[in-house]
């Protein structure tokens, strides 16, 4: 499909729901062989299997409220979500959250609370978590506002709900920008597309808080950037091994431990592999690398699975992984609605 088409919207949202449902299975492994991932793959395409096997996480199920969250508000209403994140966490604590965030997901839940980003503000000692949570649930945000600078200022204010530090909402700003990019159509042009990336991280990485919390925790100046230039070195070498992957990016629970990674795994898998099947097209291949990774394999091929899926569209979404996975249909549905809302605002309505 052209850019922002339909397609893009259902391929990013569903596919991202297969990300974190299929690659909940390796979450946390040290190392997976290649073999493991593909038998894994394949018995998806087992039709004795029932519907919905493969259960969603904590990735889908916020990604979820902040989806119902901007369609119900018509835009970002940080009460409304932050409420959304409350319930859903006490009616299914069972997703596998990361053990800091559920302290804030409790204060959330109290209905004294007033200022709905203090909870957030008050984890690891006032500095506020830099865990990946922001940027697993960043990509709805892309496909409800068209404009690039609601995309930066909305995501962020999103990811501040739960993730307070700027190496985790500068995470989540990175994510969406990447699915923004890729539903305009950007990965015909890679190269491109990561001196966009960079350019945009440039500016957001530039604030006072940013430089602050990255000399504090002893990172480059602009964390953000210096993984990218190492996201563009990589794909330029013709050869790279997984643990060069892992030890140049990370595999990691925290934002900049996986969301530059996910982008790596879009950009690697534009092509065919020699350690992956000739058979697999674009989206499967980068899905079955990230879990290939190791480590959290559920949110980066969560996220890597949103901005794959806003290229390739729902056309490259195989039906049987579709069935097998928690909560994508409704994915399916809800991607059309967002793609009406992020029209209506493209035509200033
Ligand atoms: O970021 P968060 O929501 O976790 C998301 C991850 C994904 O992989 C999900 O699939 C799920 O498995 O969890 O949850 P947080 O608790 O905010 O952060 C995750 C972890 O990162 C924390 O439990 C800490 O181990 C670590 N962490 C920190 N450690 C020290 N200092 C995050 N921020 C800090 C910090 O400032
Ligand atoms: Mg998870
Ligand atoms: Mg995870």
């Not at 909870?119 to 922001?134: D, H, I, K, L, T």
């Not at 200022?153 to 990175?174: D, E, P, Q, V, W």
């Not at 431990?257 to 879009?266: D, E």
Request: proline share 4%; glycine share 10%.
């Amino acid at each position: 499909g052209g850019p922002a088409s339909l397609s893009r919207f259902r391929g990013a949202l569903v596919a991202a729901v297969l990300g974190d449902c299929v690659g909940g299975e390796f979450e946390g492994a040290e190392e997976v062989p290649m073999e493991s991932v593909l038998q894994h793959l394949s018995s998806l395409d087992d039709e004795t299997k029932g519907n919905g096997v493969l259960d969603y996480s904590d990735d889908t199920a916020m990604a979820r409220c902040v989806v119902q969250s901007l369609l119900t508000r018509a835009g970002f209403d940080e009460q409304d979500m932050a409420r959304r994140f409350a319930k859903e966490y006490s009616a299914s604590p069972g997703r596998g959250y990361g053990s800091g965030v559920i302290q804030v997901l409790k204060k959330l839940s109290s209905p004294q609370l007033s200022d709905v980003y203090k909870p957030a503000r008050e984890q690891f000692n006032g500095r506020g978590s830099f865990g990946n949570g922001g940027a697993m649930r960043a990509s709805p945000f892309s496909l409800a506002f068209p404009d690039l600078s609601d995309v930066k200022k909305f995501a962020r204010l999103g990811a501040m709900l739960t993730h307070s530090c700027s190496l985790g909402y500068n995470g989540a700003i990175l994510q969406a920008l990447a699915v923004h990019l890729s539903l305009q159509g950007a990965l015909d042009l890679p190269e491109k597309f990561i001196s966009t990336l960079i350019t945009e991280m440039e500016e957001v990485e530039a604030d006072k808080e940013s430089l602050n919390d990255a000399r504090i925790l002893k990172e480059a100046d602009k964390p953000f950037c210096e993984r990218l230039h190492r996201v563009r070195d990589l794909i330029n070498r013709s050869k790279v091994s997984i643990e060069e992957v892992i030890s140049e990016l990370g595999n990691g629970i925290a934002a900049l431990h996986s969301v530059p990674t996910a982008i790596f795994c879009v950009l690697h898998c534009l092509q065919p592999r020699d350690c992956l099947p000739k058979n697999y097209d674009g989206l499967k291949r980068t899905i079955a690398y990230c879990l290939a990774l190791g480590g959290d394999t559920d949110t980066i091929a969560c996220m890597a699975g949103a901005i794959a899926g806003a290229h390739y569209g729902i056309e490259a979404v195989p039906q049987s992984w579709m069935r097998c996975c928690e909560g994508a249909e409704d994915a399916y549905v809800n991607a059309e609605w967002l793609h009406k809302l992020y029209h209506q605002s493209s035509e200033g309505g």
